[in-house]
């Protein structure tokens, strides 16, 4: 015999208080970063038992040096190319595109991933420094950038128009409503201006 107090239904869970899943990256990314934590730690190690830990260490100096200097140049080219579209935007000329910025964003990244410690890093932000890598990683981001832009456009589209066919009663109605004028035949008389 139980001498507690009988649980209320309301406070059991059921199936309208379940949690929505996780997405697929998101349940997985905390064990990928951990994996690549341990491949980065293992990979220098090996280099420093095959090299020594001075040459190691001299690695991840190099590397961050680098990075820093690929950062510093792409943020240079990134500010001069938004300072001639200013100033051809001020005097009234159409600005020639994006010639001049084109790939200091993955520059950048090249460059984070340089000063990052360790090796998979370090080859990462050198392949990003490569031109012909820098035009297939932008073409594959924007195709990627745009498709989700269109994907979320389209949800907040019917969301809205799921919002705008509720009542504030709490009704629904399904389809939409047209009204014709009939003059007199309704209740309110015709509006005349």
Known sequence: M??????????TPGPTSRRPRRSRLLRFLPLGVAAWLVLEVWLLTVVAGAAGGFAVLLLLIGGFVLGSVVIKRAGRRAFRALSETLQQQQSGALPQGRANSEGNGLMMLGGLLLMLP???????????????VQKAVGRYAERTFERKVREASGAFGSAFQQARIHRPDGKVVQGEVIREDRGNEGSHPPLTG
């Open 2 to 11: 139980t001498t507690g107090a009988p649980i209320p239904p309301s406070s």
């Open 118 to 132: 360790g090796l998979v890093s370090d080859v990462l932000g050198l392949l990003l420094l490569v031109p012909p």
